[in-house]
């Protein structure tokens, strides 16, 4: 089966609305935390990576106190928004085309959606929400939710670069420029959108 079809049933807590999403994805209330990721207790991060976010989880190679889905699953638990672990997350889903991950609580997705309902306010959090969405092919999802991270951080290089991206791919190029533009202002290293648009004749390093 896809992963775009097998995601039907989990996608369902989009199209319902927050307060319907909430009782599928599970309550926030953890037994140790939930804590926020952009300003966490030095100690209370250090217990949960050392025993379950270690390299060797982040890399998705194996995990470390059982599967990595249950490591990933205790760190997504007690940081809602560790970008870092929903990287992971998204990683190891996509390549073993699943929807949930052996010893996780939640289907993949859910982890995304507790992420932004625990802290609505971090622009990183939506944008990583945004990349899973991408990825497995929704994009009609994933550009308001990138869209979001931009109102929320606006002066963060690689979610400017990432929103241009997008309108681009869509041939949206009066909003794809502007956020380009803006990701190269603030220092975004890579080329590969300013390249796109040149070669859609779009961009201009002349132009303001």
């Given amino acids: 089966m896809k992963i775009k079809a097998a995601l039907a049933a989990a996608t369902l807590l989009a199209a319902s609305g927050p307060l319907a ?47 990595l889905g249950a490591d990933l699953d205790y760190t997504l638990r007690a940081f809602p928004n560790h970008t870092r672990a929903l990287e992971t997350l ?26 932004v309902r625990f802290v609505p306010d971090d622009g990183a959090a939506h944008a990583a929400y945004a990349g899973y969405l991408y990825r497995v092919g929704q994009p009609e999802k994933a550009l308001p939710m990138l869209e979001k991270a931009v109102e929320l951080d606006p002066e963060n290089p690689s979610i400017n670069y990432n929103l241009g991206l997008a309108y681009a791919k869509m041939k949206k190029y009066d909003p794809a420029v502007k956020y380009a533009r803006k990701a190269y202002e603030l220092g975004f290293p890579l080329p590969g959108l300013k390249n796109m648009l040149t070669a859609a004749g779009k961009w201009s390093d002349k132009t303001p």
């Fill in 21 to 67: 999403a909430k009782p599928f994805c599970g309550e926030l209330v953890n037994a140790f935390g939930p804590f926020d990721y952009r300003t966490p207790d030095a100690e209370q991060l250090h217990l949960v990576e050392q025993a379950h976010f270690t390299e060797e989880v982040e890399q998705g190679l194996k995990g470390n106190t059982g599967t």
């Fill in 90 to 115: 998204a990683k190891v889903a996509l390549r073993q085309k699943a929807v949930q991950l052996p010893g996780g609580k939640y289907p993949v997705e859910c982890y995304f959606e507790r992420a």
